[in-house]
């Protein structure tokens, strides 16, 4: 069911996409660490099917907010359209592993979602989640709310694929129609996360 109110969020880092698609994704579970095969039999696997993106399209396009976190953003890529690339698909273990690290970003804090955040160098907990590039040709209704520094990204941890991140979108906002889209690549409500990234994801709670 679709809320009534101006957002809805949407997370399941490992199967949202498939999801979309009503069960039948191969792609469940690929986030990972950078690559892997589904984790869930098929028939364990569920969505809510055309009708369910269907009402997301609308509910965005008529004004809402959809919250994505995480592989939750390879659904609002794949079966909503939004005109991002998420750069970590289909990279193996040993192109990029990020098994639970903290990486350095910065935040355009001119941007009502980044409202309260650091300019630069923020650690962020990373779990081997997407990293984004705008391919859109309306470039200019999507923004770019953090993005990982240019070099020395690890803070703390293990990072292989330094490279693949640097200066990626971290988080992009989208708008589409009357409403919007907000993919976070990482996952500012995981419990390791580092507290500064709640104000993000309560920002974009806020009309």
């Not at 289909?90 to 955040?117: H, I, Q, V």
């Not at 859109?136 to 293990?158: P, T």
């Not at 129609?177 to 996952?187: H, I, T």
Request: aromatic content about 8%.
């Amino acid at each position: 069911m679709i809320p009534e109110d101006s957002t809805a969020t949407l997370t399941g880092e490992r199967g949202a996409a498939a999801a979309g698609r009503g069960g039948a994704a191969a792609a469940a579970g690929r986030e990972g660490f950078g690559g892997g095969q589904p984790r869930t039999p098929p028939e364990y696997r569920s969505g809510f099917g055309t009708e369910g993106v269907n009402a997301l399209r609308a509910f965005v396009q008529k004004g809402g907010t959809l919250v994505t976190l995480g592989g939750a953003s390879n659904f609002a890529i794949e079966r909503l359209g939004v005109g991002v690339r998420n750069i970590m698909t289909n990279r193996s273990t040993k192109e990029f592993w990020c098994p639970g690290s903290t990486l350095r970003m910065n935040f355009d804090n001119t941007n009502p979602l980044a409202y309260g955040m650091p300019a630069e160098g923020l650690g962020v907990y990373l779990q081997g989640n997407p990293a984004f590039e705008v391919t859109a040709q309306d470039s200019q209704n999507y923004d770019v709310v953090a993005r990982y520094i240019d070099h020395n990204l690890l803070e703390s941890g293990w990072l292989i694929g330094e490279e693949a991140l640097a200066k990626k979108a971290a988080m992009v906002s989208a708008r589409i129609g009357e409403g919007r889209v907000v993919l976070f690549g990482f996952r500012p409500q995981h419990r390791d996360q580092t507290l500064g990234t709640f104000k993000l994801l309560f920002n974009s709670l806020v009309k």
